[in-house]
């Protein structure tokens, strides 16, 4: 890894940046603001070395998914594989040509990193390597990579231009792949203030990133599929069965402050006890996900309405 950052820095003429990552980034337990490098004004990760070092850092997190993604689709397109139809295509002179696929959808889990979101420097994402800022968007060339690759991105926190986050966007969409990321429960109200997150930000600046570049969203999901297809999937970071969770969860899937239409799946965890002893709670949970958007639409237009009746 230092071979590789030496050989970076010597490319671009700075072979003074090649001898390890930056002096000034603080410990696991720093507050961005005791640093000089994640500090908001005047940090050093806006100089030119912070834009080298964080480009290289993300890069390399990139070329790992395209490395581990290739192999893995080596083995699935080997001949004798199992397949299945993809398309039919009708051709000159009444032809048909038909186009197969491998039964097994890659899947690929991508972090989620909310704390810090709102601010500007987004340690957090960029000490996991992924290059986000409040004046970046760093997803976007993974997404490209997964798409070319016919895979899925499991993303493992709400959280959601070389821009930081295109950069993952471009490896899911490269794999042809599915976008899923989890805490889709979550709400910026429940976090300390001081730790500054925002799931909510994050998984809004996420979701835009994929419809941007090429994630298909429910509701939309047969046109993006054949226009793009990466469908866009969530889960939960969390297990918890209250009602501010439940319409969270319901809110991201079919739209109120995340665009209508965005989730094509939702993986619920996780079966156990706890589970168990709210399984009233669940079963009512799953009855509103089954039903169609007009239905949540109206049983929350009629709670509402209960609500104001009582007050």
Known sequence: MLADLRAAARAVGHPEWGHGGPHDAGHYNSRSWETGFFVSQGGNWQSEYGHFF????????????????????????KPGRPRMLKAVRECEAGHVMYEFQPVVQLGAKLAGVHWWFKSRAHAAELTAGYYNTRDRD????????????????????????????????????????????????MRDCEHPPEGRCSPQGLLQQVLECAERYGVPLAGAYAECVERY???LAGENALQRYD?????????????????????????????????????????????????????????????????????
């Open 229 to 231: 297809g990466v469908p």
């Open 54 to 77: 964080l480009s290289w850092y993300s890069g390399l997190l990139v070329r790992h998914a395209r490395r581990v993604l290739g192999a893995a689709a080596d083995v699935l397109n």
């Open 243 to 311: 009602e501010h969770a439940f319409d969270r969860i319901a809110e991201s899937a079919f739209g109120r402050t995340a665009r209508a239409g965005r989730l094509e799946q939702l993986t619920f965890l996780r079966m156990g006890d706890l589970m168990f002893d709210n399984w009233d709670a669940f079963c009512a949970f799953l009855r509103r996900m089954r039903g169609n958007r007009s239905d949540v639409e109206q049983a929350q237009q009629a709670q509402l309405q209960q609500q104001q009746y009582i007050s």
């Open 138 to 185: 760093g997803y976007a060339p993974i997404i490209q990579v997964i798409a070319e690759f016919n895979g899925r991105l499991s993303f493992t926190c709400v959280i959601a231009e070389f821009n930081g986050q295109l950069s993952f966007t471009f490896v899911i969409a490269e794999f042809n792949g599915r976008l899923s990321f989890t805490c889709v429960e």
